[in-house]
């Protein structure tokens, strides 16, 4: 029992903490992937004028599909230039308010609201477009962070789920070895009896191995005398 609580007290501190930073980056690599071949296709080359905006908004939207996820360019501003979620519309000029891509520094993804845009806390991964060696702008794709928790839970559940049967499992196999060492304890009775048949079994191969002494010894003199009596009378002759 205080082994099973102590796991239980260890898996439930230290699991789920664990769980979170792996989900979170394995989804964050694999969101920065997605952002940065977009930074270096799309996105690239609308700022050189090789591809339209309308294009653009119909790959993106494409991938937002497949990544179950937003997708935004952004210009070093904070202007919004294509929003995944919404219809492309050129007249509506939409800024983030406190944009700063230093926040980003020494890391490609945050977890928040964005500075305050979302309602829910949202796994953002940011890529520049980098377009003769300047930053043009930048791509960022939005994850909402609750879909990563429910994966944490699924998998947390799974984990405790295979833990309680272990715990269940090795309880009945300590359960069957204590009763089997229990009802097949030798009693202290039959422990003095064996001792008993052991030592009259001693005794009486004491008692053999002496008579068997006594009658070898006396065959050997028997013998003697009698070879000695056969050569007195052979020396008389």
Partial sequence: AIFGL???LLIS???PSFLTRYFVQEKSSSLYQEASLIADTYASKLYTSEISLDTVKTQIDTLTVFLDADIWILNPSGRLI???SRVL????IQVIDNFDPSTFAGNYYIIGTFFEHFEENMLSVIAPIISNYEINGYVVIHSPFSSIMDSCYSLQGTIFLCFGILFILSLIILIFFTAFVFYHKPHPLSIENDTKKTTICKFQN???WSKTQQKSSLFLLLFFCHFQQNFSLCACI
Avoid: M
């Fill in 6 to 8: 102590f796991s239980y």
């Fill in 13 to 15: 501190t230290y699991v």
């Fill in 82 to 84: 294509l929003d995944s």
């Fill in 89 to 92: 519309d050129i007249d509506t």
């Fill in 206 to 208: 004491r008692i053999l």
